[in-house]
């Protein structure tokens, strides 16, 4: 999923009133304190027209240091990068995610958010940027596998591990080799996820990723762009896929099926609303005995987490967490 439609003015309090309450991202960006982490973050700072410091939202490079000095001032990650054209997520969205899922799991859990390394997550599409798992392992001391289809996207995650030596017992990754599968190749007899999630591909193809980007582009300089996706990355697997979101959800919701006593929780984000009917009929079909739709909203964009789990309430609550 890409940048946020409309400029986010970044010391704007009421643009992150949505956030979950645990964020820490919820309050306006200290500057100061971010560059005093990350100096190069210092020549992307500037005085908008309102007379609030902020950055330029519709600059790849602006976000991804702004991101880099996140990671460092809050998270304790020294050394984070991407490749050139890759997916540079707005972390506190990413945040949220992670907080709700904890939420998730708290509630068979006497309502205690577990920490620590015996939850195991399954990010599928961890892209090249590892957001996830590097969040989920900051703020509650999780354990994850990383997977995509990408292997240069794999690479850099593994350079991503590797320059952060706290984060080498905590998270390790696999590629998929076969990208009609989803869980299938990563899931082995063996494994016991505790929750899965995914941000999914929600474009049906490069021309209509092409137009969403454009209008983006539009909507934050209010100038025409002629380079709209790489302006705000993004590789194609990350962008589009064959069916859309609603093709990748419905043959990761079937793929769950065969996995139904191996995971508490499967999860995955649902950007377009008008799917929720047909994903509530699959889940329906597969005999899902637990859905769940929880909504998120940064900013004036709306999204929402549907949660599924097969395991019976008593099951849930003898998971151990």
Excluded at 239 to 247: A, K, P, S
Excluded at 268 to 289: D, F, G, M, P, R
Aim: with cysteine; net charge positive.
């Amino acid at each position: 999923m890409q940048s946020k439609s409309t400029k986010m003015k970044a010391n704007d309090n009421s643009q992150k009133d949505n956030l979950h309450p645990r964020n820490l991202h919820r309050n306006r960006y200290d500057f100061e304190k971010l560059i005093s982490n990350c100096p190069e973050l210092k020549a992307f700072v500037s005085i908008n027209k309102h007379g609030i410091e902020t950055i330029d939202f519709s600059n790849p490079l602006a976000v991804k240091t702004l991101n880099k000095a996140l990671l460092q001032t809050y998270y304790d990650i020294q050394n984070w990068d991407i490749p050139k054209n890759y997916l540079c997520p707005p972390i506190p969205g990413r945040a949220d995610y992670i907080h709700y899922i904890a939420d998730l799991l708290a509630e068979t859990n006497n309502g205690i958010v577990p920490k620590g390394n015996s939850v195991l997550g399954l990010d599928i599409g961890t892209g090249a940027n590892l957001i996830y798992p590097i969040l989920g392992y900051s703020i509650y001391d999780w354990s994850f596998v990383g997977t995509d289809i990408d292997k240069k996207a794999i690479e850099n995650c593994s350079r991503i591990i590797e320059n952060n030596p706290r984060l080498i017992d905590a998270i390790s990754l696999q590629q998929q080799t076969e990208s009609r599968f989803i869980f299938k190749n990563i899931i082995i007899p063996e494994d016991r996820f505790t929750f899965t999630m995914c941000n999914p591909p929600f474009h049906a193809s490069a021309e209509e990723a092409n137009k969403s980007a454009s209008r983006k582009v539009s909507n934050l300089k209010e100038k025409r762009n002629t380079n709209p996706v790489l302006n705000f990355g993004g590789h194609n697997a990350e962008l589009w896929c064959n069916g859309g979101e609603i093709g990748f959800v419905t043959q990761m919701i079937y793929e769950s099926a065969k996995y139904a006593s191996q995971c508490l929780w499967f999860t995955t984000l649902v950007s377009k609303k008008e799917n929720l009917s047909s994903i509530y009929k699959i889940l329906k079909k597969v005999n899902a005995v637990s859905v769940k739709t929880i909504g998120m909203a940064q900013g004036q964009k709306n999204s929402r987490i549907v949660a599924w789990s097969f395991l019976s309430e008593a099951e849930q609550k003898s998971w151990k967490l």
